[in-house]
């Protein structure tokens, strides 16, 4: 489905009824990712996946794409969905997007998870690895998607699950570069939003991989002592989707059924 939003198309998908459960994607993914998930979910929930700004069939919005310009899109859909509530899932950058979001619209948000994800902002070593990313990516953007998408995962999956990585690849590929650039900004200037996350009165759920090369797993677990905030924790790396899928649709239903 396509959305008329500031010139730009965005593409959306809605399946199932029920409680509505927002979806967004992380980085070079786009709403295809949850196609593994959604079965089990449209079981008793209405599920909206949002290919974000620059991904997917979702088009460019200038050249920084902020994570509130994100949400504005999801807003947008919404609104037109007429959902005034749902439970948000939010997979890396997604969950970046969910936090700006819930941020604007605290009343809309009945459950958020933060799927291989952070409230954390980038530190200066990463803000340097995104902006020579976006140097690099200009002359050489098949190497640096191929690169950037298999380093997700532990080195273990990178073997076990070969056919998987190089189907998201594909899809990692579609991704403009314009898009890719874009968002690499606006993840770089993205503030920390700790105390929002804890403060939110719902539900909350953290999932990490203790082999995840982009989220500190150490940071966010002490981080989270003595709060309300769930975490449970995998084996492998950044990509639970694919790394973990039988055991993420059990904990993900577990906490959409709280």
């Given at each position: 489905?396509?959305?008329?939003?500031?010139?730009?198309?965005?593409?959306?998908?809605?399946?199932?009824?029920?409680?509505?459960?927002?979806?967004?994607?992380?980085?070079?993914?786009?709403?295809?990712?949850?196609?593994?998930?959604?079965?089990?979910?449209?079981?008793?929930?209405?599920?909206?996946?949002?290919?974000?700004?620059?991904?997917?069939?979702?088009g460019?919005?200038?050249?920084?794409h902020?994570?509130?310009?994100?949400?504005?899109?999801?807003?947008?859909?919404?609104?037109?969905?007429?959902?005034?509530?749902?439970?948000?899932?939010?997979?890396?950058?997604?969950?970046?997007?969910?936090?700006?979001?819930?941020?604007?619209?605290?009343?809309a948000?009945?459950?958020?998870?933060?799927?291989?994800?952070?409230f954390?902002?980038?530190?200066?070593?990463?803000?340097?690895?995104?902006?020579?990313?976006?140097?690099?990516?200009?002359?050489?953007?098949?190497?640096?998607?191929?690169?950037?998408?298999?380093?997700?995962?532990?080195?273990?999956?990178?073997i076990?699950?070969k056919?998987?990585?190089?189907?998201?690849?594909?899809q990692?590929?579609?991704?403009?570069?314009?898009?890719?650039?874009?968002?690499?900004?606006?993840?770089?200037?993205?503030?920390?939003?700790?105390h929002?996350?804890?403060s939110?009165?719902?539900?909350?759920?953290?999932?990490i991989?203790?082999?995840?090369?982009?989220?500190?797993?150490?940071?966010?677990k002490?981080?989270?002592?003595?709060?309300?905030?769930d975490?449970?924790?995998?084996?492998d790396?950044?990509?639970?989707h694919?790394?973990?899928?039988?055991?993420?649709?059990?904990n993900?239903?577990?906490?959409?059924?709280?």
């Amino acid at each position: 489905m396509i959305l008329e939003h500031k010139g730009i198309q965005i593409n959306y998908n809605v399946q199932g009824e029920g409680d509505a459960i927002v979806l967004l994607h992380g980085f070079l993914e786009n709403s295809s990712m949850w196609d593994s998930l959604i079965p089990e979910i449209i079981k008793k929930h209405q599920t909206i996946s949002i290919d974000l700004l620059g991904h997917g069939k979702t088009g460019c919005l200038g050249y920084i794409h902020s994570m509130e310009l994100m949400a504005e899109a999801i807003e947008a859909v919404l609104a037109f969905l007429k959902i005034e509530q749902a439970v948000f899932i939010g997979h890396s950058m997604g969950g970046y997007v969910a936090l700006a979001f819930a941020e604007k619209n605290p009343d809309a948000i009945i459950g958020l998870c933060l799927m291989n994800s952070t409230f954390e902002a980038d530190d200066e070593d990463r803000k340097l690895l995104r902006t020579r990313a976006n140097k690099m990516v200009k002359t050489n953007f098949k190497n640096m998607v191929r690169m950037s998408f298999t380093n997700l995962f532990s080195n273990e999956s990178k073997i076990r699950f070969k056919n998987e990585i190089e189907v998201g690849i594909n899809q990692a590929l579609k991704t403009p570069l314009r898009g890719y650039m874009a968002c690499n900004e606006g993840m770089k200037i993205r503030k920390n939003k700790e105390h929002f996350f804890k403060s939110l009165p719902t539900k909350k759920l953290i999932i990490i991989g203790t082999k995840d090369p982009v989220v500190e797993v150490d940071i966010i677990k002490k981080k989270l002592i003595n709060s309300d905030v769930d975490i449970i924790e995998f084996p492998d790396g950044h990509m639970s989707h694919i790394e973990n899928t039988k055991e993420l649709t059990y904990n993900l239903m577990h906490f959409i059924e709280k």
